[in-house]
T-cell receptor, first 113, second 112 residues
Framework: DAGVIQSPRHEVTEMGQEVTLRCKPISGHNSLFWYRQTMMRGLELLIY????????DSGMPEDRFSAKMPNASFSTLKIQPSEPRDSAVYFCASSLGMRAEAFFGQGTRLTVV | GENVEQHPSTLSVQEGDSAVIKCTYSDSASNYFPWYKQELGKRPQLIIDIRSNVGEKKDQRIAVTLNKTAKHFSLHITETQPEDSAVYFCAASPGGGNKLTFGTGTQLKVEL
């Protein structure tokens, strides 16, 4: 298995533009998590899904952020409009159930200029 | 919500020495405590975890201890090697699942 796959690996965009980050979880995993990592705030959980259903989005910083999981093999995190303070590494992780080990993707490094 | 504090923020040891990283948590409902290792530019990877029904867990050179009364847990790495150099994160989860609150990380440097 290729593990959790995220795309793109790097994204540079201008302030105000829409950004879409993509994640393909490990096949068979039914829990998916989106994290954001910055130097200032460390690793923060933004939202997580169980069986494609959003369970807790309390970590989503603002209404500019939205996430979807239309099927078991794909999730998106969208920022619209993007701002410089959104610059961070965004990680997607998946696990087989909520109590199993969470495997992280390689992350997407987002830079908003 | 849960709050996890981690110390030290940086740790430098000589190869072969032991390294200890400590974390405290605030939510007494937390009962799952994983540790992740993150090498520069790479993804966090689980190295060991412990659930609240045990006080200590070992895996070769790595061990984790948990004191639920005091709400703290620690990572112990013995016989450190240069490849142990990385950032280590502790985390805690109420409910035992993967809704994790992470500590701020410890940059471990193992010097030859």
């Amino acid at each position: 298995d290729a593990g959790v796959i995220q795309s793109p690996r790097h994204e540079v965009t201008e302030m105000g533009q829409e950004v879409t980050l993509r994640c393909k979880p490990i096949s068979g995993h039914n829990s998916l998590f989106w994290y954001r990592q910055t130097m200032m705030r460390g690793l923060e959980l933004l939202i997580y899904f169980n069986n494609n259903v959003p369970i807790d989005d309390s970590g989503m910083p603002e209404d500019r952020f939205s996430a979807k999981m239309p099927n078991a093999s794909f999730s998106t995190l969208k920022i619209q409009p993007s701002e410089p303070r959104d610059s961070a590494v965004y990680f997607c992780a998946s696990s087989l159930g909520m109590r199993a080990e969470a495997f992280f993707g390689q992350g997407t490094r987002l830079t908003v200029v | 919500g849960e709050n996890v504090e981690q110390h030290p923020s940086t740790l430098s040891v000589q190869e072969g020495d032991s390294a200890v990283i400590k974390c405290t948590y605030s939510d007494s409902a937390s009962n799952y405590f994983p540790w992740y290792k993150q090498e520069l530019g790479k993804r966090p990877q689980l190295i060991i975890d412990i659930r609240s029904n045990v006080g200590e867990k070992k895996d070769q050179r790595i061990a984790v201890t948990l004191n639920k009364t005091a709400k703290h847990f620690s990572l112990h790495i013995t016989e450190t090697q240069p490849e142990d150099s990385a950032v280590y994160f502790c985390a805690a989860s109420p409910g035992g699942g993967n809704k994790l609150t992470f500590g701020t990380g410890t940059q471990l440097k193992v010097e030859l």
